[in-house]
């Protein structure tokens, strides 16, 4: 009798997850009274067996008819950056921050058309943690995609009602390197998970490329002056990892050059390099986005601080996104982390980036190229969507596109929707080319690094044409 009435909990467990789940969040500080369609859930998966490291998850069900839903494991880059922070309450959440204070419900949350997992990773990320601080010092891509598969089976396991949901993994930054890196192992293991395909946001993708993008897309948008672009580009050596580069920027002509230059280099830290049509928040420095473009940037800022050139400047200095302050603000509340059933461990303050896990992150990994992991990926038949938010400076559409269509023609894809418009009513909501019928580039007009804090809508429309496997709409509604 005992072992029927088990047998009986856990079939409802697994259709019913509120029933069950102790990780259910039953409300947010400041959330709108409105009444929700779907459940929340908060938590903790164990990723090694002595319980050392917890990651922490926010899962959202779907408005409607979960069952029938995708999966989205979202994760965010930096490395070291929150993917409940930034996603979940700044990008496509079903709420946004509002001052810190409180919450709003956000008309494009993706949960509108799919199940979304926000997970941080690697553990020291957001709410995410180790209790043996030596784990910090192994911080590299393999690990972090061992961990993130670790995780997705435990918690399966856990919540088993979508073991057989078509599943995606997207992301967005040096999420370019997690999701690939993430899908590639699934389909290793030959783990019995219900991949499909990826989703990737001004991603890097290939450091040569996307690094050697930058200066020729701040030239293009007037950021940079004709004689600096062509002055740089003609004597300073490009080369194919950034220490090489380091070490041919050394030569005396290039050094002259970067001297020469450098007040023009310097006023860009005026604007909000992952917005260039944005005003800049000045009071928050800590993102995302500033991880990666210190990464992108610092080469140069090295040579010309060895030589006494530039003064020392602040480590973390770049974008500024009050979104994110918002959000920051939030997430520290006392009472949003009961409500979300999360905790701070070896922190004494939630931060959307981990100063820790940057620093010991291994810097050479940025320099293995992903997207010849992504080639294989399509190859092996899994659909690959990768996008850019056209105003973003540091990882910019020009060197993404390039490297997506590089890939097609490489492996033979040939060109199903040539490249033109795309819409969302009667407004151009960007520009996509498809190539075969797993491969598809867009660019999302108007948008930042993050794509969905500064265009919604079109981010939503994009996400739910990825879903549709459907190409971009054309002058109509999707």
């Known amino acids: 009798m005992a072992y029927q009435l088990w047998i009986i909990v856990a079939i409802m467990c697994a259709s019913f997850l509120h029933l069950c789940s102790s990780d259910r969040i039953h409300s947010f500080p400041g959330q709108p009274n409105v009444t929700l369609s779907f459940q929340q859930y908060g938590g903790y998966i164990f990723v090694d067996d002595k319980q050392h490291r917890g990651l922490f998850y926010y899962f959202v069900e779907a408005e409607t008819d979960p069952a029938s839903k995708p999966l989205i494991l979202w994760l965010n880059g930096g490395p070291g950056c929150s993917s409940v922070g930034i996603g979940a309450f700044t990008e496509h959440g079903p709420f946004v921050t509002n001052y810190g204070q409180s919450i709003v419900k956000n008309n494009y949350s993706w949960n509108r058309e799919a ?11 957001g709410f995410s943690y180790s209790t043996d601080d030596s784990f910090y010092n192994t911080l590299n891509d393999e690990i972090t995609a061992q961990d993130n598969m670790v995780f997705l089976k435990r918690w399966f396991y856990k919540y088993p009602a979508y073991k057989n949901s078509d599943f995606y993994i997207m992301g967005e930054s040096y999420g370019g390197h997690y999701v690939p890196q993430l899908a590639e192992l ?41 004689y600096a672009y062509e002055l740089r580009s003609s004597v300073c050596n490009k080369s194919k990892s950034s220490r090489q580069n380091l070490r041919g920027c050394f030569s005396p002509d290039c050094v002259a050059v970067l001297t020469e230059i450098n007040d023009e280099y310097s006023e860009l830290d005026s604007l909000d390099l992952y917005y260039v049509i944005g005003d800049k928040c000045l009071s928050y420095n800590l993102t995302q986005a500033t991880f990666l473009t210190h ?32 959000a920051e603000m939030y997430l520290n509340r006392e009472d949003v982390q009961r409500a979300l059933h999360a905790r701070l461990v070896g922190a004494k303050q ?15 990994d940025e320099e293995i190229p992903t997207i010849k992991v992504v080639s294989n990926l399509v190859k092996s038949g899994l659909r690959a969507f990768v996008y850019s938010g056209d105003q973003d400076s540091v990882v910019p559409f ?31 909501g960007g520009w996509t080319q498809v190539y075969g019928d797993r491969l598809t580039y867009a660019t999302i007009r108007g948008a930042s690094h993050s794509t969905p ?21 054309k002058s109509s509604k999707l």
Request: charged share 25%; proline share 5%.
């Open 453 to 473: 804090t500064t265009q919604p809508k079109r981010s939503f429309v994009l996400f739910k044409a990825f879903l549709l496997g459907k190409p971009l709409p």
């Open 186 to 226: 699934i389909i290793k293991s030959k783990v019995n998970i219900n991949l499909k395909g990826i989703g990737i946001g001004n991603p890097l993708l290939e450091y040569e490329t996307d690094f050697n993008a930058v200066d020729e897309y701040y030239w293009s948008h007037g950021m940079l002056s004709d």
């Open 398 to 428: 020009i060197g993404t596109r390039r490297l997506v269509d590089r890939l097609a023609k490489e492996i033979g894809l040939k060109t199903s929707v040539p490249y033109s418009a795309w819409f969302v009513g009667k407004q151009v």
């Open 295 to 326: 990464r992108l940037r610092s080469r140069m800022s090295q040579i010309l601080r060895s030589l006494h050139l530039q003064k020392d400047k602040d480590t973390y200095q770049g974008l500024d996104e009050c979104p994110e302050k918002n």
């Open 115 to 125: 199940n979304i997992l926000y997970l941080e990773s690697p553990a020291g990320v």
């Open 350 to 364: 939630y931060r959307l980036c981990s100063p820790v896990v940057w620093d010991k992150y291994a810097q050479e």
